[in-house]
Protein backbone atom coordinates (compact mmCIF):
# COMPACT_ATOMS: atom_id res chain seq x y z
CA UNK A 1 0.00 0.00 0.00
CA UNK A 2 1.28 3.12 -0.63
CA UNK A 3 0.76 5.85 2.08
CA UNK A 4 0.76 9.82 1.07
CA UNK A 5 1.37 11.75 4.76
CA UNK A 6 0.04 15.42 4.90
CA UNK A 7 -1.25 18.56 7.29
CA UNK A 8 2.00 19.32 8.95
CA UNK A 9 3.33 23.03 8.88
CA UNK A 10 4.22 25.37 11.39
CA UNK A 11 2.16 25.98 14.68
CA UNK A 12 1.95 28.17 17.43
CA UNK A 13 2.75 26.29 21.11
CA UNK A 14 -0.68 25.51 22.67
CA UNK A 15 -2.05 25.06 19.01
CA UNK A 16 -3.12 22.31 17.16
CA UNK A 17 -2.63 21.17 13.76
CA UNK A 18 -4.78 18.26 11.40
CA UNK A 19 -2.35 15.50 10.10
CA UNK A 20 -3.86 13.41 7.01
CA UNK A 21 -2.88 10.00 5.34
CA UNK A 22 -4.00 9.18 2.19
CA UNK A 23 -3.49 5.37 1.26
CA UNK A 24 -3.76 3.81 -1.75
CA UNK A 25 -2.96 0.18 -3.71
CA UNK A 26 -4.39 -2.27 -1.64
CA UNK A 27 -7.17 -2.99 0.71
CA UNK A 28 -6.98 0.12 3.21
CA UNK A 29 -9.11 -1.54 5.76
CA UNK A 30 -7.50 -4.38 6.08
CA UNK A 31 -4.36 -2.71 8.23
CA UNK A 32 -3.72 -1.55 11.29
CA UNK A 33 -3.14 1.96 10.70
CA UNK A 34 -0.06 4.01 12.80
CA UNK A 35 1.83 7.43 13.51
CA UNK A 36 5.58 7.70 14.51
CA UNK A 37 7.14 10.65 14.86
CA UNK A 38 11.15 11.44 14.64
CA UNK A 39 12.69 14.58 16.24
CA UNK A 40 16.04 15.66 15.23
CA UNK A 41 18.62 13.68 17.16
CA UNK A 42 16.18 11.52 18.45
CA UNK A 43 15.00 7.92 17.25
CA UNK A 44 11.89 7.09 15.80
CA UNK A 45 9.24 7.05 18.03
CA UNK A 46 5.72 5.73 18.00
CA UNK A 47 2.98 7.79 18.73
CA UNK A 48 -1.08 6.09 17.79
CA UNK A 49 -2.25 3.63 16.37
CA UNK A 50 -5.61 2.38 14.98
CA UNK A 51 -6.73 -1.14 14.53
CA UNK A 52 -9.12 -1.68 11.15
CA UNK A 53 -12.39 -1.04 12.60
CA UNK A 54 -11.67 1.97 13.90
CA UNK A 55 -13.10 1.08 17.51
CA UNK A 56 -9.31 0.62 19.13
CA UNK A 57 -6.92 2.78 19.44
CA UNK A 58 -3.57 2.64 21.26
CA UNK A 59 -1.17 5.73 22.00
CA UNK A 60 2.29 6.88 23.62
CA UNK A 61 1.94 8.39 26.85
CA UNK A 62 3.34 11.37 25.60
CA UNK A 63 0.65 12.58 23.87
CA UNK A 64 -2.72 10.47 25.73
CA UNK A 65 -5.44 13.07 25.87
CA UNK A 66 -3.57 15.80 23.34
CA UNK A 67 -4.23 13.50 20.26
CA UNK A 68 -6.58 11.42 19.21
CA UNK A 69 -6.10 9.19 15.62
CA UNK A 70 -9.06 8.28 13.74
CA UNK A 71 -10.13 6.65 10.43
CA UNK A 72 -12.44 6.90 7.32
CA UNK A 73 -11.81 3.69 5.50
CA UNK A 74 -14.31 4.88 2.43
CA UNK A 75 -11.38 7.77 2.10
CA UNK A 76 -8.67 5.27 2.78
CA UNK A 77 -7.79 7.78 5.01
CA UNK A 78 -6.46 8.08 8.79
CA UNK A 79 -5.93 11.12 10.78
CA UNK A 80 -4.10 12.30 13.51
CA UNK A 81 -5.79 15.46 15.62
CA UNK A 82 -3.10 17.04 17.61
CA UNK A 83 -3.66 19.35 20.06
CA UNK A 84 -1.95 21.20 23.26
CA UNK A 85 1.10 21.17 20.94
CA UNK A 86 4.48 22.06 22.26
CA UNK A 87 7.57 22.12 21.13
CA UNK A 88 8.47 18.41 22.34
CA UNK A 89 5.92 17.46 19.97
CA UNK A 90 8.28 18.70 17.00
CA UNK A 91 9.20 15.92 14.46
CA UNK A 92 8.47 14.50 11.62
CA UNK A 93 5.44 12.52 11.67
CA UNK A 94 5.18 9.60 9.12
CA UNK A 95 1.96 7.39 9.21
CA UNK A 96 2.44 3.33 8.91
CA UNK A 97 0.07 0.47 7.73
CA UNK A 98 0.60 -3.21 9.31
CA UNK A 99 -0.36 -6.31 11.51
CA UNK A 100 0.87 -5.33 14.80
CA UNK A 101 0.53 -2.01 17.05
CA UNK A 102 2.97 -0.25 18.37
CA UNK A 103 5.73 -2.16 17.50
CA UNK A 104 7.49 -0.27 14.24
CA UNK A 105 8.97 -3.41 12.97
CA UNK A 106 5.41 -4.78 12.41
CA UNK A 107 4.56 -1.71 9.84
CA UNK A 108 5.94 -2.97 6.67
CA UNK A 109 4.09 0.18 4.94
CA UNK A 110 5.05 3.65 5.50
CA UNK A 111 5.31 7.49 4.30
CA UNK A 112 7.07 9.69 3.34
CA UNK A 113 6.62 11.89 6.46
CA UNK A 114 5.37 15.65 7.66
CA UNK A 115 7.20 18.01 9.35
CA UNK A 116 5.42 19.39 12.15
CA UNK A 117 7.14 22.67 13.70
CA UNK A 118 5.93 24.51 17.19
CA UNK A 119 6.99 27.39 17.80
CA UNK A 120 7.21 29.50 21.03
Known amino acids: VQLQASGGGLVQAGGSLRLSCVGS????????MGWFRQAPGKEREFVGS????????YYADSVKGRFTISRDNAKNTVYLQMNSLSSEDAAVYYC??????????????WGQGTLVTVSS
Open 50 to 57: IIWSGLTT
Open 96 to 109: AAGSGFTAQATFAY
Open 25 to 32: GRTFSNYV
